[in-house]
């Protein structure tokens, strides 16, 4: 059993992603994915009017500047909404953060005019599958082969799409 003292729930605070959030953004990112994004790609998905995320730190924390607790990006076009990349630093996970930062992302979506949202995810990924098909997500479709993780092995991306109506 923890002391309640010493150890309490992490709380967040989630703000629109904006440029200056970058650079935080692609190290979580690089920290999480085999494949990693750097700031200027972020940068430049960022700028494009469609474009729309959400960061977030922890507030109840002593440490005087927290790193980056995660994010999510995605984009809306024509009614159809998409999750370009979301992250949440391993030292966050199991606490809610991934569920706020897809609500944040769904709510803005719909806002913008989105009727559905999309998104691929690693078949091996089982904390995220679990996380979307709480959310409602389900399979779309599948692009087989699709990543390879730091060993060579190939992995299936699996389409997953969730209404927002």
């Given amino acids: 059993m923890r002391d309640t003292l010493f150890y309490r729930q992490p709380e967040f605070e989630l703000v629109p992603m904006a440029s200056e959030h970058c650079a935080a953004v692609a190290a979580l990112h690089s920290q999480r994915f085999a494949k990693a994004w750097g700031d200027g790609e972020f940068l430049s998905l960022l700028l494009q009017p469609n474009s729309f995320g959400f960061v977030a730190w922890q507030t109840n924390t002593l440490i005087f500047k927290a790193p980056l607790a995660g994010f999510v990006l995605a984009r809306e076009v024509a009614g159809e909404a998409e999750i370009l990349t979301i992250a949440v630093n391993d030292k966050m996970a199991r606490f809610g953060l991934g569920w706020r930062l897809m609500q944040a992302a769904m709510r803005e979506a719909r806002n913008r005019g989105g009727e559905a949202m999309f998104l691929e995810v690693d078949d091996g990924n089982a904390a995220a599958l679990g996380l979307y098909r709480k959310l409602g ?26 209404d927002l109506r």
């Fill in 137 to 162: 997500f389900e399979k779309a479709g599948e692009r087989p082969a699709y990543y390879t993780d730091e060993f060579g092995r190939r992995s299936s991306a699996l389409v997953m799409r969730r």
